[in-house]
């Protein structure tokens, strides 16, 4: 009777299950992507996880870890990566050992590990965070000069140079490699780099100027910031990316040459720049971050091409020298506040345009931009691409490929000011093009 009535339950119980399962809502499900990697024990003292590709990954340790040789597998798996701060602290540690499967250690995985001396990091460790061995006597043992681990990475500098060439070959600058460097007065980057990290030369007070050469393709958050003696930043145009803060606090930066493939002004990337007087964004560039430009009190003036879509809050803060900003793109979205830009600048823009009216809002004095006649792709030279430009755009609106003509194309392209662009405007081009060649014309 006993059994019997047990079952009864259990029945009674699947059956409710059944009847309730439809009312039970979605989002108490969850998938497997939700729910955190389970965390396992390796050597009881090292933690690790498995990604979704079947490979190992170092995710923390306890306090009581010595020694960290790590084999190329664990249960049939290789071992890929070193996660953030897996051995930050570590006080106790005194060997490191990485296997050679092993491609990516994160940010601070042994800083301030104060007893570790014995560190073996593979020739294939391809990404290197900020600051992986600061703070321990490894990297206080080295000989003087660069400190390059894995693929060609400097991570560090042991001495006190001034002036200093990065050996050829060296494939990234990690984050924090220079930082602080008082003494480092010029560098010297080869063409083999492709990435310099963030904080990389961030602090070094007695910088002058900086060349970043063909083939580096990124420069990360704060790399130059508070640098505060540097005059001078030429980055090549391989260069496609800026972190933000980037020169933060650069008080004597004068002069900068930006790439052609940069497609941002990030937040905060020139604040502080007290003399800087005047930069050319490139035609690349489609954003200008919060707080871009805020407090270069130097800047004078800027011209903002029609590529520019958006302008981040801030972004010209404080800028009291500020006598001109250009908007040529008739949509641009303002960021709407009275600081975006400083009362003292007269904005110039397109009739009916987003920069009227927020001069408008804000009660500052407007006036109308005119673009460079014929200067289709607002180079500031009117040559055959100007022309090419400006026929290849008459024939897709003839053909009905686009819809409308922008403001800034109608300003630009309508040399003969009929109110349409077409073929007599593409001649006056040319012919303007033809004299000037010849120099029959000097003027634009």
Same mark, same amino acid.
């Given at each position: 009777?006993?059994?019997?009535?047990? =079952?009864?339950?259990?029945?009674?119980?699947?059956?409710?299950?059944?009847?309730?399962?439809?009312?039970?809502?979605?989002?108490?499900?969850?998938?497997?992507?939700?729910?955190?990697?389970?965390?396992?024990?390796?050597?009881?003292?090292?933690?690790?996880?498995?990604?979704?590709?079947?490979?190992?990954?170092?995710?923390?340790?306890?306090?009581?870890?010595?020694?960290?040789?790590?084999?190329?597998?664990?249960?049939?798996?290789?071992?890929?990566?070193?996660?953030?701060?897996?051995?930050?602290?570590?006080?106790?540690? !005194?060997?490191?050992?990485?296997?050679?499967?092993?491609?990516?250690?994160?940010?601070?995985?042994?800083?301030?590990?104060?007893?570790?001396?014995? !560190?073996?990091?593979?020739?294939?460790?391809?990404?290197?965070? %900020?600051?992986?061995?600061?703070?321990? &006597? %490894?990297?206080?043992?080295?000989?003087?000069?660069?400190?390059?681990?894995?693929?060609?990475?400097? /991570?560090?500098?042991?001495?006190?140079?001034?002036?200093?060439?990065?050996?050829?070959?060296?494939?990234?600058?990690?984050?924090?490699?220079?930082?602080?460097?008082?003494?480092?007065?010029?560098?010297?980057?080869?063409?083999? !780099?492709?990435?310099?990290?963030?904080?990389?030369?961030?602090?070094?007070?007695?910088?002058?100027?900086?060349?970043?050469?063909?083939?580096?393709?990124?420069?990360?958050?704060?790399?130059?910031?508070?640098?505060?003696?540097?005059?001078?930043?030429? /980055?090549?145009?391989?260069?496609? /990316? /800026?972190?933000?803060?980037?020169?933060?606090?650069?008080?004597?930066?004068?002069? !900068?040459?930006?790439?052609?493939?940069?497609?941002?002004?990030?937040?905060?990337?020139?604040?502080?720049?007290?003399?800087?007087?005047?930069?050319a964004i490139p035609a690349s560039v489609t954003e200008i971050g919060s707080q871009a430009f805020m407090e270069c009190i130097s800047l004078g003036e800027i011209s903002l091409r029609s590529t520019v879509v958006s302008i981040g809050a801030d972004a010209f803060e404080g800028c009291t020298g500020l006598q001109r900003i250009t908007v040529f793109n008739a949509n641009c979205k303002i960021a709407d506040s009275e600081k975006t830009?400083?009362?003292?600048?007269?904005?110039?823009?397109?009739?009916?345009?987003?920069?009227?009216?927020?001069?408008?809002?804000?009660?500052?004095?407007?006036?109308?931009?005119? &673009? =460079?006649?014929?200067?289709?792709?607002?180079?500031?030279?009117?040559?055959?691409?100007?022309?090419?430009?400006?026929?290849?755009?008459?024939?897709?609106?003839?053909?009905?490929?686009?819809?409308?003509?922008?403001?800034?194309?109608?300003?630009?392209?309508?040399?003969?000011?009929?109110?349409?662009?077409?073929?007599?405007?593409?001649?006056?081009?040319?012919?303007?093009?033809?004299?000037?060649?010849?120099?029959?014309?000097?003027?634009?």
């Open positions: 009777m006993r059994l019997r009535k047990i =079952l009864k339950m259990i029945f009674s119980f699947l059956i409710s299950i059944f009847i309730f399962s439809d009312l039970i809502p979605v989002g108490i499900c969850v998938s497997a992507s939700e729910i955190e990697s389970e965390e396992f024990l390796y050597n009881g003292n090292i933690y690790y996880q498995i990604n979704e590709l079947g490979e190992v990954i170092i995710t923390r340790s306890r306090a009581s870890v010595t020694v960290a040789e790590l084999p190329c597998e664990i249960d049939g798996m290789p071992v890929t990566e070193i996660k953030s701060n897996a051995f930050q602290g570590r006080t106790r540690l !005194v060997r490191v050992v990485l296997p050679e499967t092993v491609t990516k250690i994160g940010d601070y995985a042994f800083h301030q590990c104060t007893r570790l001396e014995e !560190v073996y990091i593979p020739d294939g460790v391809t990404t290197v965070g %900020w600051s992986i061995l600061s703070g321990t &006597p %490894w990297m206080n043992n080295q000989p003087e000069g660069c400190i390059i681990v894995g693929s060609g990475i400097v /991570i560090g500098y042991s001495g006190e140079g001034e002036h200093i060439a990065i050996p050829e070959g060296v494939t990234s600058i990690a984050g924090c490699a220079f930082e602080n460097m008082k003494s480092l007065m010029s560098v010297t980057i080869p063409s083999s !780099v492709q990435n310099i990290g963030g904080l990389a030369f961030s602090g070094c007070t007695k910088l002058t100027e900086c060349t970043i050469p063909e083939g580096v393709r990124t420069i990360g958050a704060y790399a130059f910031n508070w640098c505060s003696a540097l005059q001078r930043a030429d /980055i090549a145009d391989s260069v496609e /990316i /800026i972190g933000n803060h980037a020169f933060l606090g650069c008080s004597s930066l004068i002069s !900068v040459k930006l790439p052609k493939n940069l497609s941002r002004i990030e937040t905060a990337m020139f604040c502080g720049c007290l003399s800087l007087t005047k930069i830009v400083a009362p003292n600048a007269v904005i110039y823009g397109l009739r009916e345009s987003t920069a009227q009216i927020y001069a408008q809002c804000y009660e500052r004095q407007f006036a109308l931009a005119m &673009p =460079l006649a014929g200067d289709m792709n607002e180079d500031g030279i009117v040559d055959i691409s100007d022309a090419s430009k400006l026929l290849s755009l008459y024939a897709k609106f003839s053909a009905g490929s686009v819809s409308q003509v922008s403001a800034f194309e109608m300003s630009a392209g309508d040399v003969n000011r009929d109110n349409s662009i077409d073929v007599p405007d593409a001649i006056l081009i040319l012919k303007c093009y033809a004299e000037r060649s010849a120099g029959i014309r000097k003027e634009q």
